[in-house]
């Protein structure tokens, strides 16, 4: 089983992605194991270098971003309706008994 995901920063993902396709290590195996990162994660980011790049599809890396951005504040968004959801009962609820 592995354990939690290592968060790598942009500069370091730029340089490995820089390393493999420039063949110094000899492919994506080698250029891993020579950065003490797995095989897998080299080739997510080599991908995601050719989507950024134009060269296949899928959301780019601004894309991605943008995405997760909205998701949050839609999740934010819909946390505050609920709260005034509650509250407007609530007056509703008082309203009536003042009555």
């Not at 080599?46 to 899928?58: K, P, R, T, V």
Request: glycine share 8%.
């Amino acid at each position: 089983m592995s354990g939690p995901a290592t968060r790598y920063p942009e500069e370091f993902k730029r340089e490995a992605v820089r390393l493999c396709r420039s063949g110094q290590h000899g492919g994506i195996d080698k250029t891993a194991r020579a950065l003490g990162i797995g095989r897998t994660a080299l080739r997510r980011w080599m991908h995601q270098d050719e989507i950024d790049a134009g060269q296949a599809e899928g959301l780019t890396t601004d894309e991605k971003l943008e995405l997760a951005r909205l998701k949050r504040e839609n999740a934010v968004l819909r946390e505050e309706r609920e709260i005034l959801k509650k509250a407007a009962a609530f007056f509703v609820r008082e309203t009536d008994r003042t009555r």
